[in-house]
C-alpha cells in the first residue's frame, strides 16, 4: 500500500480524498494556489506545496509543477479528483513516466474512453448500446446524407467534447448547415481538435449512469445506477438512486450489459458509463474515466467507499469481491449547492460570515468550507454537497427537506432556495422528470415574474 498520496486538487473533492487516505493510514500532500494557502485541505494534509498563482492554468493544471511537488515530498501516488487533470491522459503518462502511480485508469484506457467517437465504437464492440450516430463528418453534405439515414432530430457533438459545449441541434435539412458550422467552430475553439459526428437526438431522455469497479485481474463489479436527469446547461443539479424510472429487472440487465463491457475492454479502476433512457432503452453516450461529483449517494446506498476502492485498486488490491456480495439498501439523494445567485445564477464568490451545516441520521455534507473562509472567484462555485439517504425514496425526500431547512450559510448567496422549490414540485415528488424538466420549470417561474411585473 502507498505511503504518501498527492492530492492533485482543491475543494470538496481534495478533502474526501484526504479522508480517505487518513482513514487507510496514508499521509497526504495537499497542492495549492497561492489563492487557496487558507483552505481546509491544505489545513488538514500532513504536507502542502504551493504550486503557483491562483489562475488554474498556472497552478491545478500545471503538470510538471504537481510532478515537481510529488518528487519533492516523496509521494508514491497521485489521486487527481475530478475536474482539473483527472481526465488528462498525457498527464497520466507523465506522472507514471516517474515512477509515481496514477490513481485511476491506465492513459491508454483514458484515451480510448475519453475521445467520444473512439469510444462509441469500443462500447458498441463490446456489447453496450450506443445512440444511433455518424463516423466524424466531412461536410455540411456528409452531414446532411447521415442525418437523413439517421433520421432528424440530430445533435452534433465535437470529439473531444465536455461541459457541454459545441453541441447543436438540427431538426431537418435547413438547420443541418448552420449546425455543423457552429459545432465545428465551438469545437476549434474550445478543444483539441474540431473533429464533430451526430448523433440521434433523442426528446424527452433521462440521464441514468452507471458506476463500476474495476481491479486488475479482471475482477469488474457494477454498484448500480444514478439518476442525473436535473439538469441546468448539462450540468447536473440533484441526483438520486435507486432512479425512479428503472424496475428491478431493467437494472439487472444494464448492469450485466456494463460489467461485461468494462471486463471485454480491460478498463480498470472507478469509472461511469453516462446513458440517456428513453421509452425503456438505454443509449450508451460517454464514459468518464474518473471519480464523480456525485459518487457518494452511490455509497450511501451500498457501503462501499469508492475513493478508498480506487486507492486499493491502483496499489495492485484485488476487489476481494463479486457482484453477489455487493448490496444496496435505501435511496440517496445529492443536491449541489453552489455559491451563485438562486435566480440568475451569477457566480456569488465572499467571505462566509456563518456556517453551520446540518447533521443527524443519514444526512453528509461533504464541503471544504468553514465559518471566516473566504470563497475566492477563480474556481467552480460549487461550495457544498448535501447527501442524504434514507429506507425509502419518501424518507430520503422528508430528510432532505428538514437538511436543507437547517442548513445556514452566510455572507454570500447560494442555490439552496432553488433546491427547495425543485424537491417540493410534485413531478419530482413523484420521480417525473427528464433532462429537460429544469429549463422547462425555469423558464416557467420566468415567464410568472414577467406576467407579474405587468
Ligand atoms: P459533455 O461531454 O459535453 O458533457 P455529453 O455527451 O455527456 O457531453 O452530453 C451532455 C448532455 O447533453 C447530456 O447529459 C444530455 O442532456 C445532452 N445530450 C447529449 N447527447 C444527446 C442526445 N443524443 N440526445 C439528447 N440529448 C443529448
Not at 479482471?218 to 439518476?227: C, F, K, M, Q, Y
Request: aromatic letters at 8%; charged letters at 25%.
Amino acid at each position: 500500500m502507498f505511503e504518501k498520496v498527492l492530492i492533485a486538487n482543491r475543494g470538496e473533492v481534495a478533502l474526501r480524498i484526504h479522508r480517505a487516505c487518513r482513514e487507510m493510514g496514508i499521509k497526504t500532500v495537499a497542492v495549492h494556489s497561492e489563492a487557496d494557502a487558507n483552505a481546509m485541505h491544505v489545513r488538514l494534509a500532513d504536507e502542502a506545496v504551493c504550486i503557483g498563482p491562483a489562475r488554474s492554468a498556472d497552478s491545478y493544471l500545471n503538470k510538471s509543477a504537481i510532478i515537481s511537488a510529488a518528487l519533492i515530498t516523496g509521494a508514491d501516488a497521485i489521486h487527481p479528483g475530478f475536474g482539473f487533470l483527472s481526465e488528462n491522459a498525457d498527464f497520466a503518462e507523465m506522472v507514471e513516466s516517474h515512477g509515481i502511480t496514477f490513481i485511476g485508469p491506465t492513459a491508454g484506457q483514458m484515451r480510448l474512453m475519453g475521445d467520444k467517437i473512439t469510444a462509441r465504437k469500443a462500447a458498441e464492440e463490446a456489447g453496450l448500446p450506443v445512440t444511433p450516430g455518424s463516423p466524424a463528418l466531412e461536410s455540411v453534405e456528409h452531414a446532411k446524407e447521415w442525418a437523413n439515414k439517421i433520421g432528424y432530430p440530430i445533435i452534433i457533438k465535437a470529439k473531444d467534447g465536455g461541459g457541454g459545449k459545441g453541441m447543436k441541434i438540427a431538426f431537418n435539412d435547413d438547420e443541418i448547415g448552420e449546425a455543423f458550422t457552429m459545432a465545428k467552430a465551438e469545437a476549434k475553439a474550445s478543444f483539441p481538435s474540431d473533429v464533430v459526428y451526430m448523433e440521434k437526438y433523442l426528446q424527452k431522455p433521462r440521464h441514468i449512469e452507471m458506476q463500476v469497479l474495476a481491479d486488475k485481474y479482471g475482477n469488474v463489479v457494477h454498484l448500480g445506477e444514478r439518476d442525473c436527469s436535473i439538469q441546468r446547461n448539462n450540468q447536473k443539479v440533484i441526483e438520486e438512486t435507486p432512479s425512479p424510472a428503472l424496475n428491478q429487472q431493467q437494472r439487472e440487465e444494464i448492469g450485466n450489459i456494463v460489467r461485461n463491457a468494462i471486463a471485454k475492454i480491460g478498463y480498470t479502476n472507478a469509472g461511469t458509463l453516462e446513458f440517456l433512457f428513453e421509452d425503456g432503452r438505454f443509449y450508451f453516450m460517454e464514459m468518464n474515466t474518473r471519480l464523480q461529483v456525485e459518487h457518494p449517494i452511490t455509497e450511501a446506498v451500498t457501503g462501499i467507499d469508492i475513493v478508498r476502492e480506487q486507492i486499493r485498486i491502483a496499489s495492485g488490491a484485488q476487489l476481494g469481491y463479486t457482484q453477489d456480495d455487493i448490496t444496496f439498501s435505501g435511496h440517496a439523494i445529492e443536491c449541489r449547492i453552489n455559491a451563485e445567485d438562486p435566480e440568475t445564477f451569477a457566480p456569488c464568490p465572499g467571505k462566509i460570515t456563518e456556517w453551520h451545516a446540518p447533521g443527524g441520521l443519514g444526512v453528509r455534507v461533504d464541503s471544504e468550507i468553514y465559518s471566516g473562509y473566504t470563497i475566492p472567484p477563480f474556481y467552480d462555485s460549487m461550495i457544498a454537497k448535501l447527501i442524504v439517504s434514507g429506507k425509502t425514496r419518501n424518507a430520503a425526500l422528508m430528510r432532505l427537506r428538514r437538511a436543507l431547512e437547517e442548513f445556514v450559510i452566510d455572507g454570500v448567496k447560494t442555490t439552496i432556495p432553488l433546491q427547495q422549490e425543485i424537491i417540493s414540485q410534485a413531478e419530482f415528488i413523484d420521480g417525473q422528470y427528464n433532462i429537460h424538466w429544469l429549463e422547462n420549470f425555469m423558464a416557467k417561474k420566468a415567464a410568472e415574474k414577467a406576467a407579474e411585473k405587468k
